[in-house]
């Protein structure tokens, strides 16, 4: 057991001051996530279901693969792009991203009855999108905090909690006034206008830690290979499979299967907005507590809540039914993204902390490109979603068991303020310790 000592520079304001310049940078991160692939496509994506088929007449599978192709595109680009949010300044890199995703998606608008276009649209916008996610802007709030990076975090995540919350009745609202491609149009402003040149402009990483940077990447940080050789790491990323396998399924198809069973377009969205406020208060509580409670219970909690909740959507045929149900799913889904990069950081430190953050967010980006396609293709077969729903409901409740067996945090954090100047002690575990997790 080895502790390291790393004074803070003078002109460090502590971080549970809102004077401290850490949390500026934490609402322009915020922000970028609202505008980018994981909130604008994915919550616009299920509201579009019946207007393609109605233009084009493709079946929900058809129109759900496009879904697919884009979230395997963040898959297979989150690694890469992991690598690269760890050697090089990430604004910089989001960006150019962020532009390239709005112009993907405003390309929509131009969409022909030939499958082959909406595909490779889809393909186009998940490899743009795979640098708009939380990935980059998690990298630059971890250089800003310690102390209160739990809270950090939630923050930074609830951009797509937020836009979960108002985006399916605004979506619904302008494909019914001006129609689906002059809304792609509209969403596509979001990203070109709002997030590239906020993040290019404020999302800078903390120039303050660059004593403790160094120290990160030379000593505590763990190298990637050291990681996949740690079951803390397999855990999370089962974990993390299970719930993307439950939400993303149920995203994808929520509107068309509420309609379908008897609510109306408003009602669905209304719904959706449930789910999405839902996922935003849990984001926020449980980010907060990940800075005082372990965060394998809070893993644990926030599985059970999703598949209760999505076993019980999955039932329901009412809007009373429908909305307490998606208020519980919301609270337990609405955690997972505040988890992956807390939880990385805390065992495998700072060194590696992008790649792993892509390698945990491939998992979690296949699981999702192959729930909406089978619950779709299912669809197709039967008419219904409840089985499959079922099912995948109470795999992720199981999956929260495993979560209690993830071992205590290998990095963890303590302050002392010795003379009045704050410290961070990182205490790191050596040796044979990065086997034995």
């Known amino acids: 057991m080895a502790s390291i000592h790393i004074p803070n520079p003078p002109d460090r304001l502590v971080e549970n001051s809102l004077r401290y310049p850490g949390w500026r940078v934490v609402l322009v991160c915020h922000v970028g996530v609202l505008v980018g692939f994981a909130t604008v496509f994915i919550y616009s994506f299920s509201l579009m279901v019946k207007p393609l088929q109605q233009e084009f007449g493709w079946n929900r599978e058809q129109i759900a693969r496009a879904f697919s192709l884009a979230a395997i595109s963040v898959a297979i680009c989150s690694p890469f792009m992991g690598k690269l949010f760890d050697r090089f300044e990430p604004r910089k890199l989001i960006a150019p991203c962020m532009a390239a995703f709005g112009l993907g998606l405003g390309s929509l608008a131009w969409l022909t009855p030939h499958l082959a276009q909406f595909y490779a649209n889809a393909i ?18 971890a250089s800003w905090f310690e102390r209160r990076l739990g809270a950090a975090l939630s923050i930074v995540v609830a951009g797509s909690a937020a836009g979960s919350l108002f985006f399916p009745p605004l979506v619904q609202h302008l494909v019914a006034t001006y129609g689906w491609r002059h809304t792609y149009l509209m969403l596509a402003a979001l990203p070109l206008f709002v997030g590239a040149p906020l993040t290019l ?21 763990m190298t990637w290979r050291q990681a996949l050789s740690a079951r803390s790491f397999w855990l999370l990323a089962l974990g993390m499979c299970c719930i993307s396998l439950s939400e993303n399924g149920a995203l994808a198809h ?27 208060a849990g984001r ?42 998606a208020l519980i799913a919301g609270l337990g889904a609405g955690c997972e993204l505040d988890l992956i990069p807390y939880m990385l950081k805390r065992y495998f430190g700072l060194r590696s902390f992008s790649t792993l953050y892509g390698l945990i967010y491939t998992v979690f980006a296949l699981a999702g490109a192959i729930s909406p396609l089978l619950l779709g293709h299912i669809y197709d077969a039967t008419g219904s979603y409840t ?51």
């Not at 708009?132 to 998690?138: M, P, R, S, V």
């Not at 402009?201 to 940080?221: C, E, I, P, W, Y």
């Not at 992720?396 to 010795?418: D, K």
């Open 124 to 141: 186009l916008i998940g490899i743009a999108g795979s640098g708009t996610y939380q990935l980059g802007y998690a990298r630059v709030v």
């Open 201 to 221: 402009l404020f999302a800078r990483s903390s120039r303050a830690n660059t004593m403790r940077k160094k120290v990160d990447q030379a000593t505590v940080g």
């Open 254 to 280: 929520l509107i068309p299967m509420l309609n379908d069973r008897g609510l109306t377009l408003s009602d669905a969205a209304l719904i959706g907005s449930i789910l999405g406020g839902a996922s935003l």
């Open 284 to 325: 926020l509580l449980l980010g907060w507590l990940l800075d005082y409670l372990q965060g394998s219970h809070i893993a644990a909690f926030s599985l059970l809540s999703a598949g209760t909740g999505l076993f019980l959507l999955a039932h329901a045929r009412s809007f009373h039914a429908a909305a307490p149900a």
């Open 387 to 437: 089985s499959i729903l079922s099912i995948l409901s109470v795999i992720t409740a199981a999956a929260a068991l495993c979560m209690l067996t993830l071992p205590q945090y290998r990095y963890a954090r303590h302050e002392s303020v010795p003379g009045g100047d704050a410290e961070i002690l990182l205490t790191v575990q050596t040796g044979a310790a990065i086997e034995s997790n």
